[in-house]
Every structure is written in C-alpha cells, then in structure tokens.
C-alpha cells in the first residue's frame, strides 16, 4: 500500500524567502504524485502533479516540484513566497491497488508567510 | 462550471440523530470519494466509489454509508451520529485515465458538528 509523509506540519518563512515543502512517498508500483492547496474554509485545489515524463513538473502559482525516484521524494518549492501563498499543503500519492484506485494523502504542511 | 456540489455547508446534530450529505458532480467522473479532515490528520478516506452500482469501504468507514445509484450523485449517510464524527467533510471526484487516478476535484466541504 502507498503512503506519504510529510515533513513539518508548520513551516514558517518570510515574505521573498524560498519556500519549500517536504513530501516522501511508499509506493512499489510507480506512483503518481500531487500536491494540493487548501485555503481556509476552502475545499483542496490541485496545484500539481506527476504522471509520467519529465520529473520536474510546473504548477500553478509560480510552484514546482521534482520527482526523485531514488529519494522517493516529491518536494514542493517556490523561490519567492508572497503573502497569499499562507495555505495549507497536502501531498498525495495514487497508485493502482487491486483494480482501483484512491488517493492517500499526507497529513498536510501549513505555510505561514511572514511580512 | 459547478464542479463537485456540496449540501449543506454547515451542519449541528445532536447525538444519535442521523443525516444524509449530498454530493453531486457534472463532470461525468466515474470515481467519487468522501474524506473527512480532523486538524493535523490530513484526510481520512471514508468510502468511494468507481462507478454507478459500486462503493468500497476506505480507512475509517464505521458510522457510515454510502450509495451510488447514478454517475453524478455519491449521497454518504451517518446513522446514529456521535460526538467522534464532528468534522470537515469532502467529497471528490476524479476522472479515470488508464488505471490511475489523475487527478480529484473536490467540493467546498460541509463542516459537522455532533453536540
């Protein structure tokens, strides 16, 4: 069965500061990978994901992130954060299991961005 | 562009009374979901469903039930509610490409209250 884990379930920085948000997976299938926003009182918002192809994949909202397979890692990163990025951030994993198919989520990353 | 539907946004029970929560979408997805989300437990799956007729049980399904009659509609009911299922609850849905699931659209949530 997959899994995700999540790094920190706060992560503070100031306003222009490198963001970055820390997502390992377990998966023995490759997985396809996601990272959602949530803001408050919001339902989640896809702000990426990996399928297949190119490991470094382009998101919404000037976000990116890298899959490394040998790191098992999916980290979230923006290199200058804005106010309006203050969110949480859940990654999650999907993977065939048994002909079907759900999406195992992380336990989430709220961001705080710091004036 | 209605997406995934949620009904009602806000909810108090008292203990023991029963309620059904409505989700629809628009999208002609085969796969919905129900999650809940408790502070720093990320999302907890509690059913789903790959198709008009099927449901299958997720992580923590007790206290709950669930139907899938047509493609839009994925209604989860609780019987006899306790204090233990006051949360945020979503529900999603997502397109199916192959055998993976690529993405899931989610509603706004219905926030629960069991007093």
């Known amino acids: 069965a997959q899994s995700v884990t999540q790094l920190g379930s706060h992560v503070s920085v100031s306003e222009g500061a490198l963001v970055l948000l820390r997502c390992n997976y377990s998966s023995s299938v490759p997985p396809y990978l996601f990272w959602y926003v949530q803001y408050p009182n919001q339902g989640l918002q896809l702000l990426l994901k990996?399928?297949?192809?190119?490991?470094l994949v382009k998101g919404i909202n000037g976000f990116e992130a890298e899959f490394k397979k040998s790191e098992t890692s999916f980290h979230l990163t923006k290199p200058s954060a804005h106010m309006s990025d203050a969110a949480e951030y859940f990654c999650?994993?999907?993977?065939?299991?048994?002909?079907?198919?759900?999406?195992?989520f992380g336990k989430g990353t709220k961001l705080t961005v710091n004036p | 562009n209605a997406g995934v539907t949620q009904t009602p946004k806000f909810r108090i029970l008292k203990i023991g009374q029963s309620m059904t929560l409505q989700c629809a979408q628009d999208?002609?997805?085969?796969?919905m979901y129900w999650y809940r989300q408790d502070p720093g437990m990320g999302l907890k799956l509690i059913y789903y469903s790959v198709g008009a007729g099927i449901t299958d049980k997720g992580e923590v399904p007790n206290g709950y039930n669930v139907s899938r009659s047509t493609t839009e509609d994925f209604p989860l009911r609780l019987e006899l509610a306790a204090p233990s299922q006051t949360s945020v609850y979503f529900c999603?849905?997502?397109?199916?490409?192959?055998?993976?699931?690529?993405?899931?659209?989610f509603g706004q949530g219905t926030r629960l209250t069991v007093v």
């Open positions: 999603a849905s997502s397109p199916q490409e192959g055998s993976v699931n690529t993405e899931a659209f």
């Open positions: 999650a994993v999907s993977a065939p299991q048994g002909g079907s198919e759900k999406l195992v």
């Open positions: 999208m002609n997805h085969n796969y």
């Open positions: 990996y399928t297949t192809g190119a490991t």
